[in-house]
Nanobody, 125 residues
Framework: VQLQASGGGLVQAGGSLRLSCAAS????????VAWFRQAPGKEREFVAG????????SYADSVKGRFSISRDNAKNTVSLQMNSLKPEDTAVYYC???????????????????WGQGTQVTVSS
């Protein structure tokens, strides 16, 4: 599967953005899909994920209540709605997908075989 992330941009603190991860080549409904982010000088970190079976979701504590991940199988996309953005949310955001990872591995970047190219999110104070 090939992944294409889009939707990043520059927004003021308190604003919203919606990121989209579009899949091609395979149906994204078969995959566990997650968003990770990496800020300058920091390690890549898990943001949110949706499991392939049953649709269980998981969020990093830092984004709970502000971000929401969802699937649109008809459009073969997974979206990340980001509300109440903070300057510390500034990072390059990547979507990732995997066909076989287990639920307990969903937050680990090493568990994912497929990655999109990243989209920059910048939140100004």
């Amino acid at each position: 599967v090939q992944l294409q992330a889009s939707g990043g941009g520059l927004v003021q603190a308190g604003g919203s953005l919606r990121l989209s991860c579009a899949a091609s080549g395979r149906s994204i409904s078969r995959y566990t899909v997650a968003w990770f982010r990496q800020a300058p000088g920091k390690e890549r970190e898990f943001v949110a994920g949706v499991f392939r079976s049953g649709g269980s979701t998981s969020y990093a504590d830092s984004v709970k209540g502000r971000f929401s991940i969802s699937r649109d199988n008809a459009k073969n996309t997974v979206s990340l709605q980001m509300n109440s953005l903070k300057p510390e949310d500034t990072a390059v955001y990547y979507c990732a997908a995997d066909l076989t990872l287990i639920l307990s591995s969903m937050t680990s970047s090493q568990a994912y075989d497929y990655w999109g190219q990243g989209t920059q999110v910048t939140v100004s104070s």
